[in-house]
Nanobody, 123 residues
Framework: QVRLAESGGGLVQAGGSLRLSCAAS????????IGWFRQAPGRERAFVAA????????YYADSVKGRFTISRDDAKNTVYLQMNSLKPEDTAVYHC????????????????WGQGTQVTVSS
């Protein structure tokens, strides 16, 4: 059974930074693609970024390009999301999940969702 656990969220002022972690247990990420999504109150879950564990290819939503960086640590079986220049509109619960195939930015193509970590950016 694969389990993902997010951590690293918190309260930060606009312009600040946070690093989120997504740790896997149950099996190694191997050649999977792992994605980060976020969901603000009253809004649908939105794609943020993804990384292919095998070749390191990355994908980003336009809204975070140049500010967020996704990376992986093979030894720790963990995916990170470095978030810089945070804006109030980045406030949401951030989740990681395993991509199963199809459109990489579509939440319906992911499984094994973590419980999420809250990110709040104050203005």
């Amino acid at each position: 059974q694969v389990r993902l656990a997010e951590s690293g969220g918190g309260l930060v002022q606009a312009g600040g930074s946070l690093r989120l972690s997504c740790a896997a247990s149950g099996r190694a990420f191997s050649t999977w693609t792992i994605g980060w999504f976020r969901q603000a109150p009253g809004r649908e879950r939105a794609f943020v970024a993804a990384v292919n564990w095998g070749d390191g290819r990355t994908y980003y939503a336009d809204s975070v390009k140049g500010r967020f960086t996704i990376s992986r640590d093979d030894a720790k079986n963990t995916v990170y999301l470095q978030m810089n220049s945070l804006k109030p509109e980045d406030t949401a619960v951030y989740h990681c999940a395993v991509y199963l195939g199809g459109t990489v930015s579509d939440a319906e193509t992911y499984a094994y969702w973590g419980q999420g970590t809250q990110v709040t950016v104050s203005s």
